[in-house]
Structures are given as C-alpha cells and as structure tokens.
C-alpha cells in the first residue's frame, strides 16, 4: 500500500481498502482514531486533553457519516466531500439516510449523535474548530492516489486476520516434505507445514507521513477490531492453533498516532495482536500521548532494543532507573610511607614504615549507566541492548548484529533461496518480480573479508544468474532512465 504513489511494488498487489463500514462501533473506532491522529500530528503538543475533545467531538460528526455511506454503498468521494465542505448543511443527506435505515442496529443511535453535534454548529463556539478536525483528518483523500486506494475494495479485515490456517502450504515444504507429499497417509498429510497468511507492507515518504498518519491508524483501528473478534469466536469454538497477527511499526509517533495504542500494548496478545513499534526516544511518546505513556511501554513492552545514538537526557534516565541497579563489590587500594626520628637530633635514630591498605565495600550503582546506553557497546559499534526480564539474570544483553550483506550464512541462504525461487515456481510467481540483494556492490566488497575467493566467486556468480532469470518490469525501466 504505496501511500505516495497509489502503485503497487512488483511482487506484490495493490491493498484498496475503505474506513466505510455498515457497523457503527466499528465506524465511531475508526473515526476517532482517525481524527485523533491527525489532530495531534497537528499540534506541537500532542498528547493534550483539547486533543482527545476534539477527537471524541469530531466522532459524532464522521463515525455516522461512514455508516450512512456504509448503508447506502455510497464511494469514499461522497463521504470527502461533505468533511470536507466544513459545513453543517452538508450533512442533510447523512441525517437522510440514517433516517431510512432506522430499523438496522446503532443507526438511531448514530443519528441521535449527528443531530446533537450539529445543533452545536449555531450554539457552541468551538463548533468550527470541530469541523477543522474532521477537513483535516479527511484532508489527504484530496490526493488522488490515495483517494483512489479506497475504489473498488479488495480487502477484507476478517479474511485477512483469520487467513488459512489449515491448508497445506507448499511455499513452506522442505526438501523431505516435497518428497512426502504425494503419500495420501494421514500420518504424513498431518505433519506437513500448514497455513496461508497475507502480508500488509505500508509505505509513505518522509514528506508525507504526518499526512497519511489517519488512513494508516484507521487500517490499524479496523485490523485490530477483526482480530478481537476472530479471537472472541476461535475460544468459543474451542479453537487456539490460529497464530497471531504481528505488526511491525516504524515511525510510530509520526506515521501512526493511535490515541487507544498505550491501552492496546496492553490487551494486545489478548486479542491476538503482537506488536513490534519503533520511536527514536521516549520524548516522542510523551509529544504524542501524554507525560505518563513511556512508563506503560516499557510495562506492556516484553523486550525493548536500545540503539546507540539516544540524545533525549529524560529517556537516558528513564532507561538507566528501568534497567535497574545491583550491589557491585568495590575496592580500593592504599599505599602509606612515613618516616622519622626517634631521641635527640644527633643521637637518634631514623625510622622509616610503608605499607598498604585495601578496602572492600559494596554500592549500588546502574545496571547499565546513561552514557553506556548513550554511547552504545565499547568494543562494537553495531550491538544493540536488549532488556527484557525473560533475558534472565539482570535483564540486559548485548546483541551483536551481523548486516544481512556481509555476516556468514545470511547472503548464502539469500542467494540459496532465490535460486530454488526461480528453478522451482512457475514463471508467473509474483515472488520472481522481488527486487535481488545489492551484494555486488564494490565487486563484493563487503563479502571478502569472510570468505576464500572462490566463495565469493560462487556468490556473485549466483546473484548475476538470480538477475538474469527476474523478468523487467516498469519500475525498472524508470529507475534505468532516472540512471
């Protein structure tokens, strides 16, 4: 979902997907989380209690709006338009409709709630601030390629949760599974791999990110409704071999800030929901949230992955005090000379002593300190600290990373898969449209400091036969004449 461009990459299928719904929980969900995104997007400081005001105000005005289009199959355009118009008026046709459909669940409740925030348009003075709100939640469809995104809808929340869970899935055979397969024994056909599962990839620029932060929360709002749901019903049907939805979130609190996020770390695992979110520090939370949302990350968060680099001196110490502290045994050494004169100046005797001391005590100093954590691993530019109480011991280790480009086996098992991929499938797979590795770059530079030459050899050789067999697309043709 190309939020930029509206263009799907190769190897992969553009997502149409619509906020419009016929259930008015689920309109009001994805409405206020909506709205809310864009309002704190908008303001220097997010987490303010005018912000949530606004967003719960603005609900009334476009939770019922999408439900009327919902009930009446009308395109997002329509409902665009009358956001959009910032105008009271507009919204007749909305009342209309929810008037005719009366009889279907939540919608004389929806209308109630449309009615009263439109009677504050004449009486209360921050009617038009309310109308802004929704113009600016709604504003980003103005673009074409993203109001397109929305036509013709080729995605289902509930399907996309609940994916396949029970069929064979060759993608995942081994080598003895492909083998095995064609016996028809129950005990061989109930130890094959299993499950069908679709991949989300959400993209947008720098540029645009703050811009696109409600369609991405509203998809997330809606996503996270279906897996409760779906969650709900697999207990009651006595069902827990669905796996769960994972979502990887980068740049959180610019490109996804969902007022409910705090409260859904934690109920997420609940509802089938693991969540992996990255923020450069904690100052972004409190922006975004409030001066209290960093303490409930790092309680909901199972493991956090601390990157060299933070400036931020609150999140340091927050991240010092919630490592911890331990006794550490001290000790300290002492040297002590002296030297004089026993009886008169001529007739005494000189005396001279030396000796040593050594002292031992225990304080309570930092786990890992605020520079360390700053500053990052001594010998390793590239570790990460991860904590986590799972971790054992105090909760703290360093990970050594290996760029995928240059550490054993990564590129082997890389270019490995890519030669099954392209011997293996048929000539159609929209896998064999995947962009290859950069791992000729410098005639493989970074490969040579690990492997004898005739490895690297193997390896460039396999990368220019992988290039050869990936069909051309368009996208390669732009990039070769931008080249």
Known sequence: MN??????????MQLRYSPITTDFTKANN??????????????????????????????????????????EAKPMEWVVSIVLAQDSDTYGPVVD???????????????????????????????????????????????????????????????????????????????????????????????????????????????????????????????????????????????????????????????????????????????????????HDLSQVR?????????????????????PGINDPQTLRDLQETIGYHWVSVTSHGYQESSGISGGPLTGSGQRSAGTTQQTNQQWLPIVDAGTIQRGHPQDSVAVLMVGAHLGGDGVLWAHTSPY????????????????????????????LLPTPVLDRDNGAALWPYRQPDQVKYLLDTLAWAKAQRPQTALDDELEEDA
């Open 3 to 12: 939020l930029d461009t509206g263009v799907a990459e190769p190897g992969t």
């Open 30 to 71: 994805v409405a206020e989380a909506m709205c809310y995104a864009a309002e704190v997007n908008a303001t220097e400081r997010g987490g303010s209690a005018n912000s949530g005001y606004f967003a719960e105000q603005v609900t009334r005005l476009v939770g019922p709006t999408l439900l009327a289009a919902g009930l």
């Open 97 to 279: 409709i929810l008037a005719k459909h009366e009889g279907r669940p939540g919608v004389i409740n929806a209308k109630r709630e449309l009615e009263g925030i439109l009677a504050m348009a004449t009486s209360h003075g921050s009617a038009n601030d309310i109308f802004a709100t929704a113009a600016r939640a709604f504003r980003v469809y103005n673009r074409p390629e993203v109001l397109a995104l929305t036509e013709n809808p080729n995605f289902d929340p509930a399907d996309f949760v609940a994916g396949d869970p029970r069929s064979i899935n060759p993608a995942m055979f081994t080598e003895l599974d492909a083998q095995l397969s064609g016996a028809r024994l129950e005990s061989i056909q109930s130890r094959l791999p299993v499950g069908y599962y679709d991949t989300i990839f959400i993209t947008a620029s720098r540029r645009t990110q703050k811009a696109v932060a409600p369609v991405i929360v509203g998809l997330l709002q809606t996503l996270y409704d279906a897996s409760s749901e779906l969650r709900e019903q697999d207990e009651l049907d006595n069902y827990f071999r669905r796996p769960p939805m994972t979502w990887a979130l980068d740049e959180v609190a610019s490109m996804s800030p969902w007022k409910d996020f705090p409260v859904v770390l934690s109920t997420a695992a609940g509802d089938g929901v693991l969540i992996g979110a990255v923020f």
């Open 287 to 307: 922006d975004k949230w409030s001066d209290n949302t960093p303490g409930v990350l790092r309680t909901n968060m199972q493991t956090t992955v601390l990157f």
């Open 405 to 432: 480009y240059r550490a054993m086996p990564w590129p082997e098992l890389l270019l490995g898969s890519l030669r099954y991929l392209h011997q293996n499938t048929a000539t159609d797979d929209p896998r064999r």
